[in-house]
C-alpha cells in the first residue's frame, strides 16, 4: 500500500506542470490565443511535440545540421556549449536555473533568434509554445 | 582679486591634471563595462572591447545582428541603440591613449571597415605563426575565442606575458 501510494505520489509529481511567473503565463496564454488562431482545433500546448522540436536536427542558418542539443545538450539540467564561441551556456531549464523562463521579453529574444539558428525561420505560434512546454517540464 | 585669479588657476589646473591623468597613455584597450553590452553580447561570445574596432566598424555590425557570423543575434531596437552608442562613444579611434586601440587603429585603412577584430591588419601580424591546430583545438576553436589563451582579456589586457595556450603553454616569440 505504501508503495503504491509512493509510486502514485511519483506519477504526480512528474505529472505536475512547472509553475511559470505572471507575465509567463500571460506570454504562453497570448501565444495560445495566436496559435488557435492559426489551428482552430489546438486544445493546448504538447510536451512530445515540443521534444520533437527541441531535438530533430535541421539545416540551420548557416547551412549545417543542428538542433537545439547541439549547444544545450540533451540533459537540460546541465550547462551547454555555445558551438560557435566556446561559451559555457547556463542549464536551460528552469529547475535547475530559476532565471530561465522568468523574463517574457528574454524567453521571446531567444525563442525569435534560436529558432532562426536552428529552423532558418521564424518558430509559429505553436511551435514557440510546444517547445517553451517540453523545455520547463522536462524531468 | 588677486585671490580669485589665484582660485581659478588652480581649479583650471587641476581640472587639466585631471583630464590630463584619464588620457595619459595606457596598455591594453579600456575595459568592457556597460553593463546592458555585457549581458546582451556577453551572453553569446567574449565582451570584446568597444576599443578593439573603429565606430564604423561597430556601425556596421549593430546594422546587421540578424546575421551576425551566420547567426541571429537580433536585439530590439531600443536596446540595439543604446549599445550602438556604446561602442561607437568607446571605440578604438577616440582612445588611441589605449595601446591596443592605437595600434589597431593605425593599422586600418581610410577606406576600409573590418567587419571582426581578428580582420585588422594588427591582430593578423600579431596572430601570424601560430599553429592552426593550436587554435583549431577544441578549447579554443577560433581566434574569436580571446580569453582562450590571453588569461587577463576580459580586463582589456592582452599583454603577451599574460598567455597561455591549452595544451601548449607560454608563448614566446620565435
Redesign the interface.
Known amino acids: 500500500m505504501v508503495k503504491a501510494v509512493f509510486a502514485l505520489l511519483m506519477v504526480v509529481s512528474f505529472m505536475q506542470a512547472y509553475e511559470l511567473n505572471a507575465q509567463m503565463k500571460d506570454f504562453m496564454d497570448s501565444l495560445l490565443t495566436e496559435a488557435k488562431k492559426q489551428n482552430p482545433n489546438l486544445k493546448a500546448f504538447d510536451y512530445a511535440r515540443g521534444e520533437k522540436i527541441f531535438t530533430a536536427e535541421q539545416m540551420g542558418?548557416?547551412g549545417n545540421k543542428i538542433s537545439c542539443v547541439t549547444c544545450h545538450t540533451a540533459d537540460l539540467a546541465k550547462k551547454g556549449l555555445?558551438e560557435?564561441?566556446?561559451?559555457v551556456i547556463e542549464p536551460l531549464s528552469p529547475s535547475a536555473n530559476p532565471k530561465r523562463f522568468s523574463d517574457a521579453?528574454e524567453v521571446k529574444?531567444w525563442l525569435?533568434?534560436?529558432f532562426?539558428?536552428v529552423y532558418n525561420r521564424e518558430g509559429s505560434a505553436q511551435e514557440q509554445g510546444d517547445v517553451v512546454t517540453y523545455i520547463i517540464n522536462k524531468k | 582679486m588677486k585671490k580669485l585669479v589665484i582660485a581659478s588657476l588652480l581649479i583650471a589646473g587641476s581640472l587639466l591634471a585631471e583630464s590630463g591623468s584619464s588620457f595619459e597613455n595606457r596598455k591594453g584597450v579600456a575595459p568592457a563595462t556597460d553593463s546592458l553590452y555585457l549581458k546582451e553580447c556577453g551572453s553569446c561570445h567574449f565582451a570584446y572591447q568597444p576599443g578593439l574596432l573603429p565606430s564604423r566598424s561597430w556601425v556596421k555590425t549593430m546594422e546587421k545582428l540578424n546575421d551576425h557570423f551566420g547567426t541571429d543575434a537580433s536585439l530590439e531596437p531600443e536596446e540595439n541603440k543604446k549599445i550602438l552608442k556604446y561602442l561607437v562613444d568607446n571605440s578604438a579611434e577616440k582612445f588611441t591613449n589605449y595601446k591596443r586601440s592605437k595600434k589597431i587603429n593605425d593599422s586600418i585603412g581610410k577606406n576600409e571597415t573590418p567587419a571582426a577584430i581578428t580582420k585588422t591588419g594588427y591582430f593578423i601580424k600579431e596572430h601570424k605563426g601560430i599553429k592552426p591546430k593550436l587554435i583549431e583545438q577544441k578549447e579554443v576553436k577560433s581566434l574569436s575565442n580571446c580569453m582562450a589563451c590571453h588569461t587577463k582579456a576580459d580586463k582589456g589586457s592582452y599583454s603577451e606575458r599574460e598567455i597561455n595556450i591549452p595544451n601548449y603553454g607560454k608563448w614566446e616569440d620565435e
Not at chain 1, 560557435?84 to 561559451?87: A, H, L
Open positions: 542558418k548557416k555555445n560557435n564561441t566556446n561559451k521579453k529574444k525569435r533568434r534560436n532562426k539558428d
